[in-house]
């Protein structure tokens, strides 16, 4: 038997191995402590430390997890590998951002990244198509997806949205997506919306000679979920959505498997993510959140409009070049780009954020003064200027719809 205290979990000289999942942390020690102390405890409470001295059995310490390279309020906390289960995204979470989050020996703690070694990303799916539905699953070779979701968000009935949808596909959109909280409601219930709405996306297909395509949202509980995901399937549609952060990661595995079985590509919706990302002291950063995501295997998912749009971002082109980047061969994640964006700044998002991306837009298409189809006409004039390198304003003189819009909005962006 051999003894371990905090102290044990601290060595500020150690050198991570390959098989460590290191972990960055900003923290703010609590009342009296040292940025030391507080580091060693994060270090002894996420691996297998207590309050307490404990005597343990030989073997033990080797899952224990070591706070090193200490710089101001930023520590990195190395944890051996054995310490997780393989696959088991709760169970990771549970050691590296659990009771940690609430302990009194830091004021604050935010969990700012992760390096995930290749033995735990083997554990999981990761995405199945990735950035690839922009050419397999759509037409949009070369230049940015464009997806729209009606608005108002709930409240529109089955027939209004479907004919929205088909508008924005004719306008030049590829795809139509349901809002995060628009689910199964008495005013339009799943399967009528879903049917129908995959219905006239055939007739747009034909009638524009573009693949086009519905991200249905699928948000429920987990056996609901795949119950949807199949009727999404055996209604020719080949995209589902979810809420991963309010419907949960283990669920997101469990949607993954099945959607591999039924060829579905999986749009991440990041609703509630503000709650762990937006304060900078405290909390979960959104690049975390992404790499969850991506190993978990959705194809796209929201980062953010790079300070261009109506939301608060963290550093929306740092995350989109991770969820692009060599993660031990699995495949990469769409970034999706949304909120607030209309046609008059979609320029200087490509510029910040490069075209391999889906833009998406509600207000901004569908609160053009001409409707809904002369705004996604609008929208993708934006889209094709900015990819043949033309100002907007020189597009507009022979577009009349991207007239209208830049007349509307500018190149403000809203709030
Ligand atoms: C955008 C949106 C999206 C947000 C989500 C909305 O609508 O549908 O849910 O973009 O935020 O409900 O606000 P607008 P994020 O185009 O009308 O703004 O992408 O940052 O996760
Ligand atoms: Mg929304």
Redo the contacts with the bound molecule.
Sequence with gaps: MTGIEYSDFLDLDYEPVDTDLVCTFTLRPGEGMSMEDAAARVASESSNGTWAELQVEAGVTELSATAFDLSGNTVRVAYPEALFEPGNMPQILSCIAGNIMGMKAVDSIRLEDCEWPEAIVEGFAGPQFGSSVATELLSAHGRPVTAT?P?P?VGLHTESHAQIGYDAWMGGVDLLKD??NLTDQVFNPFEERVARSLELRDKAQEETGERKDYLVNITAETDEMLRRAEFVADHGGKFVMVDVVTAGWASVQTVRRRCEDLGLAIHA???M?AAFDRHPDQGVSMRVLAQISRLVGVDHI?T??ADL???E?EDTAGINDWLQSDLYGMNDVLP??????HPGIVDELINRLGSNLII?????IHGHPDGTAAGAKAFRQSVDASMEGISLAEYAETHPELKVALDKWGTQTPR
């Design positions: 979701v608005k968000k809002d995060e919706h990041r609703a993510h929201h953010g409009t749009g109506k939301l971002n999706v780009a949304s909120g607030g964006l998406q837009a509600g207000g901004g």
